[in-house]
């Protein structure tokens, strides 16, 4: 019982918000469904219920009080980018099934695993590197956390056993915060890096491939350095240092001998995939469907099998709870009520000097991610009206508009559904949603302040 | 490779049909999608892959050919009665977690359990009673399917360990049988039923609560009593007397003591989803919300908790495959080529005597099912254009009406995905796809001669 008290009282406030007089700007439904959206959020943030219990809870209510309807309830479990995250999950078992992961794993160890801080740097730098040529960094964790997983087990660092700690976490963690940076520093590295550039062009302001990397590269170059010893500090693996993990995995490598049949299956297989996720935009080609062919592929290879299947309950898990936030966030949307906000904040804004608002801007901004579960839906709805306040304001266009799009990118962690990258790993079980609003917080607030001053000043000074 | 081979034939052959010519009345997009679509049905009823593969490959091969919009190959994850069984399916466990489940199987053990069959038929007859409170056999397979389920598991009777031919794959496949006949005896208690008799009363033919439960009164009770021993034949559960359970049972019922606090949750929960459930209609509930609320606080409860979710990728299995089959059928519907073929074979039957057209009618409606991945969709796409073709033929309405709409019911059981109900049973891993194709089919055959013989001439007696 004493478990449910904080429960109880959630649910009382709940209801006590629930009938707050609010803004005649708001319907009703736009009302009770944010004081719905935002008690699930708190009684996560609290660990008074898991993002599981508290997302279903949250459907219930909303359905039954008519804050939502069914068809848009439910819409999020139709979108196929989430299909992407429960396939691309699952071929992930494959992967390390196969054999190709533990092999892949023990090359990056031989190489950089003397150390758990060398393993983190390393991840992160690869997908630096890939990132220009993936359009989605949902497909960009696909392709990353089954090595991330990888290199895990073979550390001996399991989920099942209750070792997620001793180094699983924290390279997981590592290469989530790792992708807010990848999709930042390259204007094709997110899906809707593209369509800001766009809207920016509406306000006069014209940012090219060249001066998007130019902007990033600076604060971008910092935070990679700081990250992963961020992480080491607040998040830190209980495995630190294992000068012997290079010698140990070249023997492993001996021991496993030549390439197997299922290693060049699945790299065939994977690599096919990749390089269609990669060309999908130019295709015309559907990611998922593209997903769907390997996993299907995999499975009457017999690399991932009906038995593996019947263990992925958690990827079941991760599609339930995600949907159902994304569903939510969207009507948040199409309600009106994200507009609202950003029209509210504007007013109570204006009259600042244009440093100021600026700085207040970007700061709401990364702050109203914990509203949003997606990071396309969040530039969609703000990014323009954020822009024309800013620059009403007296703030340079380019300035403006750069660090909201990078913002767009950077504070994807700060919640676990803040981006569909994240939920991947948090999929994995090595990652607790809970962890990821403490400590995807913590590297929120580093990306904030790096690239708010001295990213700031390096925009001023190339432009 | 000896595996592949027929898996390359079967592609071949589809490579094959693709190209053949088919009529002008069907678009190429409609052509396409149903050689996909027939040729994974054909993979799964001849062995040659899992319902999950296939239904992958489908999904994969119908969006890279354009066969299929991602809106409308996506659309099935979405629809709220898929997951209305992904959570009854979760719920299933909490009634079996908390001990309810087994107290009430050793309560229907004590009763009827001196035999398999003496199961089979309380069950069943269970399920005729119950069923007019329900308006949906969806919500009744989520009523039963747990009770099946415990009585499953206290047989010792198991998925996990190669036991589920011993007593629980027999059972599950009579329960499944048994909606069939439950959704068909009562106008209340499938939810396409009434919407079927409102089109009816189009053509002229009335058709009332009374006359419908009348007219199927005589052919559902025979086979109340054939459908058992026919599964008990073919299907036979490998436990046939146990003289002994119920002694056994009321000895297990002792030692289990009195209720349990998880019992009295459990049991509380569940009634006041059943209740929920048969008032949904009147009230305008979601039947959905009222899964998840219903789950959410067996979650809350830690009835069923994170990691008893870890192992339910089955559920997640199903769901995937049933979404996919189910997006695929309905597109068959939106692109026409249902009502072509509706239009072909009234075409082709033109000029028979009724009697004749009668059967051939009824027949065919019967087969068209294995195209169909909801009662309703086939109901809603065919029931009308059968009923035109006949009366014009001269068949007496109210008697093709019946038939038909008794036929949506007594054909559930033909494939896996003829019924969401049956979804649920499959789930559950006692019963395989492959032996829903041919077992189920056995049913259906049964089921459909009963029907045409007695039940035709019953009908015509009464009316």
Redesign the interface.
Same mark, same amino acid.
């Given at each position: 019982m004493k478990k449910?008290l904080p429960?109880l009282l959630l649910f009382l406030s709940a209801v006590f918000t629930w009938f707050i007089p609010h803004s005649e700007q708001l319907t009703p439904e736009a009302w009770h469904l944010f004081v719905i959206f935002i008690f699930s959020v708190i009684a996560v943030i609290l660990n008074i219920?898991?993002i599981?219990?508290a997302s279903?809870?949250a459907?219930?209510?909303s359905?039954?009080t008519n804050a939502l309807t069914?068809?848009a309830?439910?819409?999020?479990?139709?979108?196929?980018f989430i299909?992407l995250i429960?396939m691309a999950f699952l071929i992930a078992r494959g992967v390390i099934k196969s054999g190709l992961g533990k092999r892949i794993a023990f090359l990056i160890i031989e190489r950089f695993g003397k150390t758990s801080l060398g393993l983190a740097y390393s991840l992160i730098a690869a997908d630096l590197l890939i990132a220009p040529a993936f359009p989605s960094n949902t497909a960009r964790s696909g392709v990353l956390f089954p090595l991330v997983n990888s290199l895990a087990h073979d550390s001996d660092s399991k989920v099942a056993d209750g070792t997620r700690k001793k180094l699983g976490a924290y390279l997981m963690m590592s290469s989530m915060a790792g992708l807010t940076l990848s999709s930042a520093l390259w204007l094709s590295a997110m899906a809707a890096n593209p369509v800001g550039v766009a809207i920016a062009k509406e306000f006069g302001v014209v940012i090219s491939y060249g001066s998007w990397f130019l902007g990033a590269i600076m604060p971008i170059s910092i935070l990679f350095i700081l990250i992963p010893l961020l992480l080491y500090k607040i998040y830190p693996p209980q495995i630190k240092a294992t000068p012997d993990a290079p010698a140990i995995a070249r023997e492993a490598l001996n021991k496993m001998g030549r390439v197997g049949k299922n290693e060049w299956i699945m790299g065939f297989i994977f690599l096919s995939m990749v390089s269609l996720w990669a060309l999908s935009g130019a295709l015309g080609?559907?990611k998922?469907?593209?997903a769907?062919?390997g996993?299907?592929l995999l499975?009457?290879a017999d690399i991932f099998t009906?038995e593996?299947?019947?263990?992925? &309950?958690?990827?079941?898990?991760t599609?339930?709870w995600f949907a159902i936030l994304y569903s939510m966030s969207i009507q948040l949307g199409e309600l009106g009520f994200m507009s609202y906000l950003g029209g509210a904040i504007s007013h109570a804004i204006g009259g600042l000097s244009w440093q100021s608002t600026y700085l207040l801007l970007v700061l709401l901004y990364v702050l109203i991610h914990y509203f949003f579960v997606s990071q396309s839906a969040h530039m969609l709805a703000l990014f323009g009206l954020f822009l024309e306040v800013g620059i009403h304001a007296g703030v340079p266009g380019e300035l403006l508009a750069l660090m909201l799009l990078f913002a767009t990118n950077f504070n994807a962690i700060i919640t676990p559904q803040g981006s569909s990258a994240n939920v991947i790993y948090i999929g994995s &079980?090595y990652i607790t949603p809970l962890e990821v609003y403490r400590i995807g917080g913590a590297v929120t607030l580093l990306n904030t302040f790096v690239f708010l001053s001295i990213g700031t000043f390096w925009v001023l000074f190339l432009f």
């Open positions: 449910h429960l219920l898991p599981i219990t279903l809870f459907l219930a209510f359905l039954l069914p068809k309830a439910f819409a999020g479990f139709g979108e196929d299909l429960v080609i559907n998922t469907a593209v769907a062919l996993l299907a499975m009457a009906i593996d299947m019947k263990h992925e &309950g958690l990827a079941l898990e599609f339930v &079980g």
